[in-house]
């Protein structure tokens, strides 16, 4: 669908990303099916007449979590300097291109496949670490695996510093850039670097990313279309970052900080649920200038599902939850005198409860200091209920608690770094904490088990075991089911929660991503038709929610359409 609509914008091409994460969630765990079915995206986009710019990192950034690197790096070695010739970091990056590469390799254009130009790195001019070493090692690996007449490329926003820092042989300099910007200035800087070749720009910005608590991201498109056609009056290739923005669903948006919402809907001319807008429209105008558009009349956007309100009846604490996964064999743990990272303990992604006892009395109240608290800590005593965040510098917070009792901090890692210096970001409790200045030791780790598909099928098992008298309390699961109405088709509808506080909503086993409507820009979250179960099928809608809840009864909204634009604090 989407890749239909870029051709019949009169585009010729399209560039993706490969996300090393999620084809390697573990080491030696590949993923190449469903989401992550590259063959078939490949062969797709061949057959509805689109060449590729390939871009396969290994570092990607596009805001996602850990800018696409494996959060599992840091466990072989705490101290590894990504993107460099560490020594660790390169086992585990050559291991990884030595599966992928040879998969993509029948798809080249050579080949009689769609791929035209291969990407080694992504902005390293921008990284301050500048390892040519580095660069060559990856260049070395492309044209071992690919051929040596492959056609590699490098890019980074247009600046003579930047292209001596990634400089390498035998790789294409590109060019990164918005609206507004100076076309001959960015392509002379281009020539610097490379006196002659084509002029390519590989990421032309048509929008920009959001922020939790920060307004919505909205981009003058007249200055955007006027940039373009200057671009194209140098005969240089142009590509849209993004021409469709898509989703970060789960847990896998990034943070630069600080995080980015769900949708990344970026402004880009296919919406986030792949509807034509105002902009594609008159890209298209300008492209048909150029290039003959395919014959057929544009796309329009697509009818979407109005289901309307859904009553979660149901609901259960995080406490049951984690009783039902540990009853199951199935959750990430582990006891430590200290606080151990997401990274250690082998949890990926979501959340961690962290427990102690405490074995003295403290004075009433006593100040909890997690100085090194990452990214968002939810604190519960039977007295006090407190939050941290290290966005917010809050780290410390006054608690009411006795001796005997229990002290909880359960961590939400909000996504990691995906950008810069600060790349290397551990998830969790990253420092000693003390209660009224003494140490707190002996903790007790149990990871909530809401990213993998195998533990959201165990999830869904769970609810649907649940037929007690419901427990509406924060932190849990709220859900409730409804069926789609006879012959009604399944269709992209848009899932508002307003009136919940904050935590991730899962639809029939498949995490939709996370909401803050509090805090805003995005309210809704998209929901793929593909999704929804037919009638008489039921679906199930759940929640779980960490802050707070509406009063009365607990609804959410399946609406026709999206909402990514709130009030926010800022």
């Given at each position: 669908?989407?890749?239909?609509?870029?051709?019949?914008?009169?585009?010729?091409?399209?560039?993706?990303?490969?996300?090393?994460?999620?084809?390697?969630?573990?080491?030696?765990?590949?993923?190449?099916?469903?989401?992550?079915?590259?063959?078939?995206?490949?062969?797709?986009?061949?057959?509805?007449?689109?060449?590729?710019?390939?871009?396969?990192?290994?570092?990607?950034?596009?805001?996602?979590?850990?800018?696409?690197?494996?959060?599992?790096?840091?466990?072989?070695?705490?101290?590894?300097?990504?993107?460099?010739?560490?020594?660790?970091?390169?086992?585990?990056?050559?291991?990884?291109?030595?599966?992928?590469?040879?998969?993509?390799?029948?798809?080249?254009?050579?080949?009689?496949?769609?791929?035209?130009?291969?990407?080694?790195?992504?902005?390293?001019?921008?990284?301050?670490?500048?390892?040519?070493?580095?660069?060559?090692?990856?260049?070395?690996?492309?044209?071992?695996?690919?051929?040596?007449?492959?056609?590699?490329?490098?890019?980074?926003?247009?600046?003579?510093?930047?292209?001596?820092?990634?400089?390498?042989?035998?790789?294409?300099?590109?060019?990164?850039?918005?609206?507004?910007?100076?076309?001959?200035?960015?392509?002379?800087?281009?020539?610097?670097?490379?006196?002659?070749?084509?002029?390519?720009?590989?990421?032309?910005?048509?929008?920009?990313?959001?922020?939790?608590?920060?307004?919505?991201?909205?981009?003058?498109?007249?200055?955007?279309?006027?940039?373009?056609?200057?671009?194209?009056?140098?005969?240089?290739?142009?590509?849209?970052?993004?021409?469709?923005?898509?989703?970060?669903?789960?847990?896998?948006?990034?943070?630069?900080?600080?995080?980015?919402?769900?949708?990344?809907?970026?402004?880009?001319?296919?919406?986030?649920?792949?509807?034509?807008?105002?902009?594609?429209?008159?890209?298209?105008?300008?492209?048909?200038?150029?290039?003959?558009?395919?014959?057929?009349?544009?796309?329009?956007?697509?009818?979407?599902?109005?289901?309307?309100?859904?009553?979660?009846?149901?609901?259960?604490?995080?406490?049951?939850?984690?009783?039902?996964?540990?009853?199951?064999?199935?959750?990430?743990?582990?006891?430590?005198?200290?606080?151990?990272?997401?990274?250690?303990?082998?949890?990926?992604?979501?959340?961690?409860?962290?427990?102690?006892?405490?074995?003295?009395?403290?004075?009433?109240?006593?100040v909890l200091a997690v100085p090194g608290i990452s990214d968002r800590g939810y604190v519960y005593t039977r007295a006090t209920r407190a939050v941290l965040s290290n966005d917010h510098l809050a780290t410390s917070a006054p608690v009411v608690i006795q001796k005997g009792e229990n002290l909880t901090i359960i961590v939400e890692n909000a996504g990691r770094i995906d950008y810069g210096p600060g790349n290397k970001?551990?998830?969790?409790?990253?420092?000693?904490?003390?209660?009224?200045?003494?140490?707190?030791?002996?903790?007790?780790?149990?990871?909530?088990?809401?990213?993998?598909?195998?533990?959201?099928?165990?999830?869904?098992?769970?609810?649907?075991?649940?037929?007690?008298?419901?427990?509406?309390?924060?932190?849990?699961?709220?859900?409730?089911?409804?069926?789609?109405?006879?012959?009604?088709?399944?269709?992209?509808?848009?899932?508002?929660?307003?009136?919940?506080?904050?935590?991730?909503?899962?639809?029939?086993?498949?995490?939709?991503?996370?909401?803050?409507?509090?805090?805003?820009?995005?309210?809704?979250?998209?929901?793929?038709?593909?999704?929804?179960?037919?009638?008489?099928?039921?679906?199930?809608?759940?929640?779980?929610?960490?802050?707070?809840?509406?009063?009365?009864?607990?609804?959410?909204?399946?609406?026709?359409?999206?909402?990514?634009?709130?009030?926010?604090?800022?």
């Amino acid at each position: 669908d989407r890749m239909t609509k870029m051709r019949m914008a009169g585009l010729n091409a399209l560039q993706t990303y490969v996300e090393w994460s999620g084809h390697e969630p573990e080491p030696g765990k590949y993923v190449f099916e469903d989401n992550y079915d590259l063959k078939t995206f490949l062969q797709t986009a061949k057959e509805v007449g689109l060449l590729v710019v390939f871009r396969p990192g290994p570092y990607i950034c596009g805001e996602r979590d850990n800018g696409g690197l494996p959060y599992w790096l840091l466990r072989l070695n705490p101290n590894m300097k990504y993107r460099s010739s560490d020594g660790t970091y390169l086992k585990a990056v050559d291991k990884w291109l030595e599966v992928l590469l040879p998969i993509v390799e029948p798809f080249l254009y050579r080949n009689g496949g769609p791929i035209i130009t291969v990407q080694v790195e992504n902005e390293y001019g921008q990284y301050p670490v500048c390892d040519h070493n580095y660069m060559r090692h990856l260049v070395q690996i492309f044209q071992f695996y690919l051929g040596r007449d492959v056609i590699l490329f490098r890019t980074d926003l247009a600046k003579d510093d930047a292209y001596r820092c990634d400089a390498v042989n035998d790789t294409l300099v590109t060019a990164d850039f918005g609206a507004g910007m100076n076309v001959k200035r960015a392509f002379d800087s281009v020539r610097r670097a490379q006196g002659k070749g084509p002029l390519i720009v590989t990421e032309y910005y048509s929008g920009w990313m959001d922020h939790w608590g920060s307004p919505h991201t909205k981009t003058d498109s007249s200055k955007v279309l006027k940039t373009f056609e200057e671009i194209l009056r140098f005969n240089a290739s142009v590509n849209f970052y993004m021409f469709h923005g898509g989703t970060n669903f789960g847990f896998s948006n990034g943070r630069n900080p600080p995080s980015q919402p769900t949708s990344y809907d970026y402004g880009a001319p296919l919406s986030e649920a792949g509807d034509p807008t105002d902009l594609y429209y008159k890209i298209r105008n300008i492209t048909s200038k150029y290039l003959p558009l395919p014959p057929g009349k544009p796309p329009v956007p697509a009818h979407k599902l109005n289901e309307g309100t859904v009553e979660l009846r149901v609901s259960c604490s995080l406490k049951e939850m984690l009783e039902f996964f540990r009853h199951n064999a199935s959750l990430v743990n582990a006891t430590s005198p200290y606080p151990m990272s997401f990274e250690k303990l082998g949890q990926d992604f979501g959340y961690v409860v962290y427990t102690t006892t405490i074995d003295f009395q403290p004075a009433s109240p006593s100040v909890l200091a997690v100085p090194g608290i990452s990214d968002r800590g939810y604190v519960y005593t039977r007295a006090t209920r407190a939050v941290l965040s290290n966005d917010h510098l809050a780290t410390s917070a006054p608690v009411v608690i006795q001796k005997g009792e229990n002290l909880t901090i359960i961590v939400e890692n909000a996504g990691r770094i995906d950008y810069g210096p600060g790349n290397k970001d551990f998830k969790g409790i990253l420092s000693n904490v003390t209660l009224g200045g003494h140490l707190l030791t002996n903790w007790t780790m149990e990871g909530v088990p809401l990213s993998t598909p195998e533990q959201l099928s165990l999830f869904s098992k769970f609810l649907t075991t649940l037929n007690g008298e419901p427990k509406f309390e924060v932190p849990g699961v709220f859900f409730g089911y409804f069926m789609l109405p006879r012959g009604q088709e399944p269709l992209d509808t848009f899932l508002d929660p307003t009136g919940f506080g904050k935590g991730v909503a899962i639809l029939n086993g498949f995490n939709l991503g996370r909401y803050w409507p509090s805090i805003g820009p995005q309210v809704t979250l998209y929901v793929p038709g593909t999704l929804l179960l037919p009638y008489p099928q039921v679906n199930l809608v759940a929640l779980f929610e960490m802050e707070s809840t509406p009063e009365g009864l607990k609804t959410v909204k399946f609406v026709d359409v999206p909402n990514i634009d709130g009030p926010t604090p800022s």
